[in-house]
């Protein structure tokens, strides 16, 4: 048996190693409007590994238990979904990364460090108390998706709103084409109620989780 730390930390190293595959195929100055359709097509293709993976460490998971609430923003929901972005961060500004831009990227802090504090903040974290991204927008759940397949879902749909948030950082908007822009909000727009749902999932089966007896 493993602990739900062990389980968190190999969990988020299988996700930077799984979608580290997709990111250094992904051609250099990269345009959103096709690494867009890649990204979705490995997002298919790649799961069934990490699929299998989570399931055997959920399986052979003690999870902690907790009788405390969160009531602020370290919910495990939202510790993940900063876990993944960092991922992100890693994977397209780090000094490894074949996207890393040094004029840009050389004052983005050490990732490794924010990783091991947002860690130790999961390792130690209750249940939410309220589902903080809940919104009329967005459906609630009426059944939990299993982990595995909501922390994929999640670093995949911020991997694809970086991937569109590129195009604010390396043109002026003035000079973007409309259509351009039109793709950028629709597709920013999808990933993020594909983000809200997965966090929404990740906080509902630590609830479940953590608060079994």
């Not at 960092?86 to 500004?93: A, G, H, R, S």
């Not at 759940?141 to 911020?158: G, R, V």
Request: hydrophobic fraction near 40%; glycine fraction near 2%.
């Amino acid at each position: 048996m493993i602990s739900s730390s062990q389980l968190e930390e190999q969990m988020l190293t299988r996700l930077f190693e799984s979608w580290r595959v997709f990111v250094s195929e992904l051609q250099v100055q990269f345009e959103p409007a096709t690494a867009i359709p890649l990204l979705e097509k490995y997002a298919i293709d790649g799961f069934d590994q990490f699929k299998s993976f989570g399931e055997h460490l959920i399986q052979n998971c003690e999870f902690r238990k907790s009788s405390e609430l969160e009531l602020g923003m370290n919910s495990p929901g939202i510790l993940w979904d900063r876990l993944t972005i960092l991922n992100c961060k890693l994977l397209f500004t780090g000094p490894d990364s074949i996207h890393h831009k040094p004029s840009l990227h050389k004052n983005l802090g050490n990732v490794s460090i924010e990783l091991k504090s947002v860690m130790q903040a999961l390792n130690h974290s209750h249940p939410a108390r309220n589902i903080l991204l809940a919104k009329e927008a967005t459906d609630r759940q009426k059944t939990i998706d299993p982990l595995e397949t909501s922390l994929w879902s999640l670093q995949m749909s911020n991997i694809a709103m970086w991937i569109n948030q590129d195009l604010l950082y390396t043109v002026s908007a003035d000079d973007v084409d409309p259509q351009r822009l039109r793709d950028y909000i629709h597709f920013f727009s999808k990933a993020n109620r594909i983000r809200n749902s997965a966090i929404e999932n990740i906080e509902l089966f630590y609830t479940q989780q953590l608060q079994r007896k």
